[in-house]
């Protein structure tokens, strides 16, 4: 079965990583996991794709998807039984829209508040302050219910949560202490839920030229909720 199925390179603690997992999860799509160390690439990764980063998934017929909100789509297009993805047009703009102000302004004061050493002349506090200005917008949208698109976690909340994740956990003590009962409670019913746990598994990193592990979340029977 094992040769019939994508493989999903990947690395657990990666954001990027973490939100293709959850939309291959959730969908019920099972494929080969192979759980890499991002200072020792394996060659078969870097055969694969390019970018040399993760996540990766390498579908049976050869087609490599190289980016995670495109393995996200791919996934949910097979199965979405959460209704992650957006029914309207107008909605799935605004939904991506959303993610991609997630991925260059929110993640480009995340990195350098997070790995200040690694950005020439960054001042981790002063990164801290512009993403937590972020965040307070984001929590501003965060329906009655909970969620940023309607009653419901959606995309928007899928893909943009691990990224949060990372931000909370890199001085969690100071998040905890903010005045963001909205947005603290949007976090921890994402990351203390079923599908959430199920995804952060920790597997053993993969030895090139052997078998990786079935990857498949539990199957979580429509409504999900958290």
């Not at 079965?1 to 657990?12: A, E, K």
């Not at 579908?59 to 199965?79: E, F, T």
Request: a neutral charge.
């Amino acid at each position: 079965m094992q040769g019939t199925l994508p493989i999903l390179y990947s690395f657990r603690r990666c954001p990027y990583a973490m939100r293709a997992r959850l939309a291959l999860a959730i969908s019920g799509q099972a494929c080969e996991l192979r759980e890499v160390v991002l200072k020792a690439k394996p060659a078969e990764l870097l055969s694969a794709s390019a970018k040399a980063s993760v996540p990766v998934l390498v579908l049976p017929n050869g087609k490599v998807i190289d980016q995670s909100l495109d393995i996200m789509r791919w996934a949910l297009q097979l199965n979405d039984p959460a209704q992650w993805l957006p029914a309207e047009l107008e909605q799935a703009a605004q939904v991506e829209a959303f993610i991609d102000d997630c991925e260059t302004t929110f993640k480009h004061h995340l990195d350098r508040y997070k790995y200040p050493n690694r950005y020439a002349g960054a001042d981790a506090l002063q990164h801290r302050t512009a993403a937590a200005a972020w965040l307070k917008q984001m929590a501003q949208q965060l329906s009655p219910e909970g969620w940023l698109f309607g009653p419901a976690a959606s995309l928007a909340d899928m893909a943009t949560a691990p990224f949060v994740r990372q931000f909370a956990q890199t001085d969690s003590l100071w998040f905890e202490q903010q005045d963001w009962p909205a947005l603290q409670a949007w976090l921890n019913r994402i990351v203390s839920s079923a599908l959430f746990v199920s995804v952060m598994h920790n597997y053993p990193v993969w030895d090139s030229g052997t078998i990786g592990p079935i990857f498949s979340g539990p199957v979580f029977p429509p409504p999900l909720t958290f």
